[in-house]
């Protein structure tokens, strides 16, 4: 497994997605998990801009791991034009993600939620249909699904079995998992119940936290036990599996959390970088390491 960064740490910053690319290559990390919304959504993002940003990450040796997006508006509602539109931004970051030479797409919060006017069975259900029918659309352009669990109980995956179950009822072969340890460390799941989900899990997610609050500290300022859990997925074999899918399986360091200014983003990204390092000796961050 190799270590990565998300960009969301420079976007929050107000730094350009292109100028982030120099500082996040300056600390030889060689695997980028781009947030696909807010500054950075690739709507916001001509052809000829994303070109750009390819032949800037060739030249600095980065690859773009994944696009992480949080469609606009709810994968679950009853509402067909905000499915289609929240659909059409999943889209757009397939696309994007494939212009800059990636495979991945991870949908984030939870993949949509309930409200008063829903109950979760028709959520649950909703949500099915919208991602088999977004996961066949993918597999025409060579791209693979994952999912990010939430720890809050109002989104439809907000947990390791409600991941798990989610997959097996979409039943489609290029949807696979993320697993966001920060968020686990809030769930209180410890990394053995991942178990059920080894054999579909190929990005992960390094963020902490206090166990109370989804704040995306500075790694080692929470409580997140980083080591425990990325052991156990490597004992799991998530580079096999991602292997399988002709993947490096990439551990994307996230920090920041939404409303936050960061004012000094290269600051937390070195201290994270070495502390992460510092607990987790499995990890890889080596340029010219070997890749598929």
Not at 2 to 30: C, D, H, M, R
Not at 164 to 180: G, H, S, T, W, Y
Request: with cysteine.
């Amino acid at each position: 497994m190799e270590i990565g960064l998300g960009t969301i740490v420079y976007e929050f910053a107000g730094i350009p997605l292109k100028a982030s690319l120099e500082s996040i290559a300056q600390f030889g990390i060689k695997y980028i998990d781009i947030l696909a919304f807010g500054d950075y959504n690739p709507a916001f993002f001509p052809e000829e801009e994303q070109k750009a940003i390819a032949e800037k990450l060739h030249t600095l040796g980065i690859k773009a791991s994944s696009v992480v997006t949080c469609a606009h508006g709810n994968l679950a509602s009853d509402d067909e034009e905000e499915v289609a539109f929240a659909v059409e931004q999943l889209k757009l970051a397939a696309l994007f993600i494939r212009h800059l030479g990636g495979r991945q797409v991870l949908i984030g919060k939870g993949v949509g939620n309930i409200d008063f006017s829903l109950p979760r069975e028709r959520a649950w259900r909703n949500v099915v249909k919208v991602l088999k029918e977004y996961c066949q659309w993918c597999q025409k352009h060579d791209v693979l699904v994952t999912l990010e669990l939430e720890p809050e109980s109002l989104y439809i995956c907000n947990g390791p079995e409600a991941m798990r179950q989610l997959i097996e009822e979409v039943n489609e072969p290029n949807l696979f998992a993320n697993i966001d340890i920060g968020h686990l460390n809030i769930l209180r799941v410890p990394p053995q119940d991942l178990a059920p989900l080894k054999e579909k899990i190929i990005h992960v997610h390094i963020s902490d936290n206090d166990g109370l609050a989804h704040t995306n500290s500075i790694i080692g300022e929470g409580t997140t036990d980083i080591r425990w859990y990325i052991d156990t997925l490597l004992d799991f074999g998530i580079d096999e599996v991602a292997r399988s899918q002709g993947e490096v399986a990439v551990a994307g360091i996230e920090l920041g959390h939404p409303g936050e200014y960061i004012q000094d983003p290269d600051y937390r990204v070195l201290k994270s970088l070495g502390n992460v390092l510092s607990r987790v000796p499995r990890l890889r961050k080596v340029r010219g390491d070997e890749d598929i």
